[in-house]
């Protein structure tokens, strides 16, 4: 499991919000990511997912995008624990 913490202002960047007009939300990406590389190798998902975090001005570690990766490559679930703070 992984855990992420954002600022309430940019929590648009993380989940896609139909009432924002942020357009690179890091939850669409990674269930594009997810439909489009199961099976794939992780190593090759990882800079995928780095660049969709950085699109989403987000900051995953490195671990943290390597299990991402894995439960792509796997199909399995992926837990994410979001901690929204303060600014």
């Given amino acids: 499991m992984g855990q ?15 009432a924002s007009a942020y357009t690179h939300p890091y939850q669409r990406a990674y269930a594009e990511l997810a439909a489009a590389h199961r099976g794939r190798p992780a190593a090759e998902i990882v800079p995928l997912l780095r660049t969709a975090a950085d699109q989403a001005l987000l900051s995953f570690t490195a671990a943290d995008l390597a299990e991402q990766a894995e439960a792509i490559s796997s199909g399995a679930p992926y837990e994410l624990r979001v901690r929204v703070t303060g600014r």
């Fill in 4 to 18: 992420i913490s954002v600022t309430p202002e940019h929590l648009d960047h993380l989940l896609a919000d139909p």
